[in-house]
C-alpha cells in the first residue's frame, strides 16, 4: 500500500482509508494525504479531512485503501 500513498500524495488524489485509533476505534473516512513521515520507528501517514482536520495515521494500523476517482 505504501505505493498507493506516494502516487496519491503525487497526485492530489483522495483516499478511502479504514483505520484503527488510538483508543483501538475502527475508523472510515476519505482523506486526502499529504506525506508520509517517520517518528520513533514508526511510519504514519499525514492526511487531511474534508473539515480541514490533519490526521497522522501508523500505516501499521490502516487495514484498507482505496483510491476515490
Known amino acids: 500500500m505504501y505505493d498507493t500513498y506516494e502516487i496519491a500524495i503525487m497526485h492530489g488524489e483522495l483516499l478511502q482509508l479504514v483505520w484503527k ?19 520513533e520507528g514508526a511510519e504514519f501517514l499525514v492526511a487531511r479531512t474534508n ?13 484498507s485503501c ?3 476517482v
Open 66 to 68: 482505496k483510491t476515490i
Open 21 to 39: 485509533d488510538e483508543t483501538n476505534q475502527h475508523n472510515i473516512s476519505v482523506l486526502k494525504p499529504l506525506d508520509l513521515r517517520t517518528c
Open 51 to 63: 473539515e480541514g482536520e490533519t490526521l497522522h495515521l501508523r500505516l501499521d494500523h490502516i487495514h
